[in-house]
């Protein structure tokens, strides 16, 4: 499984493709939503998102709060989920037909959500068509 989201070899359907970036971006952003859980009295998703946004402050954050080698860890998860979802995005690429050097889009801030959106709704090419089409 871990190979499947690393290697931007190969093809992936949409169904697929939203499960397995669904999973990576909560094991990636599982230490900044711990951090979240622990230090907020307040729960609110604007403040959650507003961590999620900026991954160097929140870093630096969870540094001074519990220690470097925590915030490296959590780093290294984000970092990971950084690579993964490129991939995952290439292989996703591939099955609709296209080049995987378009997953650079999934990197951008801005466009990425709506680059993941695309990719989870638009029909493989092997996906039959409907007859309205």
């Known amino acids: 499984m871990i190979q499947r989201w690393f290697d931007p070899r190969g093809a992936i359907g949409r169904q ?10 909560l094991i990636g952003n599982l230490g900044f939503i711990a951090f979240f ?8 998703f604007a403040q959650l998102g507003a961590l999620l946004d900026h991954p160097a ?9 519990f220690g470097f080698p925590l ?4 780093l ?20 609709l037909g296209q ?3 378009l997953a650079g889009l999934s ?5 990425q959500i709506v680059f993941w959106l695309v990719l989870c709704v638009w029909p493989s090419r092997s996906e039959p068509r409907p007859h309205w089409a």
Request: aromatic share 10%.
């Open 16 to 25: 697929r493709f939203v499960t397995d970036t669904a999973t990576t971006w």
């Open 37 to 44: 859980l622990a230090r907020t009295s307040t729960y609110s």
């Open 57 to 65: 402050q929140a870093l630096d954050m969870i540094s001074q709060a």
């Open 71 to 74: 915030a490296l860890v959590v």
């Open 76 to 95: 290294g998860l984000w970092l990971a989920q950084v690579w993964a979802l490129a991939a995952l995005s290439a292989k996703r690429l591939h099955d």
């Open 99 to 101: 080049g995987g050097w």
């Open 107 to 111: 990197l951008v801030p801005g466009i």
